[in-house]
């Protein structure tokens, strides 16, 4: 993408899943690069993400919290992608602090930095499907209303509006993506507090079997992490995003089962049985998940263009090559 060659850019949690993918898309579009990323303990941050690109980085171990930290990061960028964050819903309901610290007072604390350093910077706030808890309808559009059903996504949610305040108060020109269900290379595949449909596949790879609470019959939307990238580089460009929310999603939604029965046909191995939902499961399980894509799709002019298939295809290959790096 011409827009950001030569621009200087920043990614909080780049060494993740999501930023470490939009990190090899942005050194290929041209663009200065910059990484801070805390390496949150059961989290995605791996170095071999950036293997390739590693040289052609800047990375900087510091938490979105540390106030002097990120005053520095930010001055001089012209776009921010925040995409850090404490990720499990599971935990954020045993251990609510941790979420609470880093999904809210950590936004605060960079916006903060921004509005002292910064004031008027484009800022893609990574937002979450879960802001909209069990959806009162599908497919889910950005009027929905917004009532999570967990600590994770109230905390999201928070964090989102925050991003909007600060347009108001300082001029910030923020965006949000209201991220669903991603998968693909570069996800960490060591337990299934999140992402689970990545550990999934890992099971399934491994030939082990695949526990599906209940039916599995809640339907699921997914993005391959390519498409999600894509609309993460549209909404730093576009003007037109600045304000907005968008939802993300993929082509076809299919059950939770029929999504097990593809990972298991694409490993080539493992098998599933349906056991009942533990509680703690239960308790934040939001059903059916469809998006409404079209606001992404007008004003983004963005496309989920890789299909389930290939995009499993691609993602069983990546972790064949490399499963050193992540089992
Ligand atoms: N992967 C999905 O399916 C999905 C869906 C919806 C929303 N999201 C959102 O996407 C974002 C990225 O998720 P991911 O799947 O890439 O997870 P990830 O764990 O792979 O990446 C998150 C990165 O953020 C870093 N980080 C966490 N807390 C930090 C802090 N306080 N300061 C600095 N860095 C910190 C971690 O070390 C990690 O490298 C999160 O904000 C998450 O809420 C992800």
Redesign the pocket.
């Given at each position: 993408m011409a827009f950001y060659a030569g621009k200087k850019v920043l990614i909080?949690?780049g060494?993740?899943?999501?930023?470490s993918n939009l990190a090899h898309a942005l050194v290929q579009a041209g663009a200065t690069l910059s990484i801070?990323?805390?390496?949150?303990e059961d989290?995605?941050?791996n170095d071999f993400n950036l293997s390739g690109i590693a040289d052609q980085v800047s990375v900087t171990m510091a938490?979105?919290?540390d106030r002097a930290a990120m005053t520095k990061a930010v001055s001089e960028q012209a776009v921010i992608f925040n995409?850090?964050?404490?990720?499990s819903h599971v935990d954020s309901m045993v251990e609510p602090w941790l979420d609470n610290d880093?999904n809210t007072r950590?936004q605060l604390v960079l916006l903060e930095a921004c509005r002292a350093v910064n004031s008027e910077v484009k800022v893609v706030y990574?937002g979450?499907?879960a802001q909209y808890g069990a959806p009162q309808y599908t497919p889910v559009d950005e009027h929905c209303p917004m009532l999570p059903i967990d600590i994770y996504g109230v905390d999201?949610l928070a964090g989102e509006l925050y991003h909007f305040l600060y347009q108001k108060i300082c001029g910030l020109r923020a965006v949000s993506l209201r991220?669903?269900?991603?998968y693909g290379p570069r996800?960490?595949m060591k337990h299934a507090k999140y992402?689970v449909q990545n550990y999934l596949l890992r099971l399934a790879l491994e030939g082990k079997e695949i526990s599906v609470f209940g039916d599995g019959n809640q339907q699921r939307d997914l993005n391959y992490v390519d498409d999600v990238v894509q609309a993460f580089l549209l909404a730093g460009e576009k003007e037109e995003a600045v304000g907005q929310a968008f939802n993300l999603g993929g082509q076809e939604p299919l059950t939770f089962v029929e999504l097990v029965a593809k990972l298991i046909q694409y490993a080539g191995s493992g098998s599933y049985k349906h056991v009942p939902y533990p509680p703690d499961r239960a308790k934040i399980e939001t059903g059916d998940f469809v998006a409404d894509i079209r606001k992404a799709q007008k004003i983004l002019g963005w496309e989920p263009k890789v299909s389930l298939d290939d995009g499993l295809k691609k993602t069983v290959e990546f972790y064949r090559q490399f499963k050193q790096h992540y089992f």
């Amino acid at each position: 993408m011409a827009f950001y060659a030569g621009k200087k850019v920043l990614i909080i949690g780049g060494l993740g899943f999501i930023g470490s993918n939009l990190a090899h898309a942005l050194v290929q579009a041209g663009a200065t690069l910059s990484i801070v990323d805390a390496r949150l303990e059961d989290h995605g941050a791996n170095d071999f993400n950036l293997s390739g690109i590693a040289d052609q980085v800047s990375v900087t171990m510091a938490d979105v919290r540390d106030r002097a930290a990120m005053t520095k990061a930010v001055s001089e960028q012209a776009v921010i992608f925040n995409i850090a964050g404490q990720t499990s819903h599971v935990d954020s309901m045993v251990e609510p602090w941790l979420d609470n610290d880093i999904n809210t007072r950590g936004q605060l604390v960079l916006l903060e930095a921004c509005r002292a350093v910064n004031s008027e910077v484009k800022v893609v706030y990574c937002g979450t499907r879960a802001q909209y808890g069990a959806p009162q309808y599908t497919p889910v559009d950005e009027h929905c209303p917004m009532l999570p059903i967990d600590i994770y996504g109230v905390d999201k949610l928070a964090g989102e509006l925050y991003h909007f305040l600060y347009q108001k108060i300082c001029g910030l020109r923020a965006v949000s993506l209201r991220v669903n269900n991603t998968y693909g290379p570069r996800h960490q595949m060591k337990h299934a507090k999140y992402g689970v449909q990545n550990y999934l596949l890992r099971l399934a790879l491994e030939g082990k079997e695949i526990s599906v609470f209940g039916d599995g019959n809640q339907q699921r939307d997914l993005n391959y992490v390519d498409d999600v990238v894509q609309a993460f580089l549209l909404a730093g460009e576009k003007e037109e995003a600045v304000g907005q929310a968008f939802n993300l999603g993929g082509q076809e939604p299919l059950t939770f089962v029929e999504l097990v029965a593809k990972l298991i046909q694409y490993a080539g191995s493992g098998s599933y049985k349906h056991v009942p939902y533990p509680p703690d499961r239960a308790k934040i399980e939001t059903g059916d998940f469809v998006a409404d894509i079209r606001k992404a799709q007008k004003i983004l002019g963005w496309e989920p263009k890789v299909s389930l298939d290939d995009g499993l295809k691609k993602t069983v290959e990546f972790y064949r090559q490399f499963k050193q790096h992540y089992f």
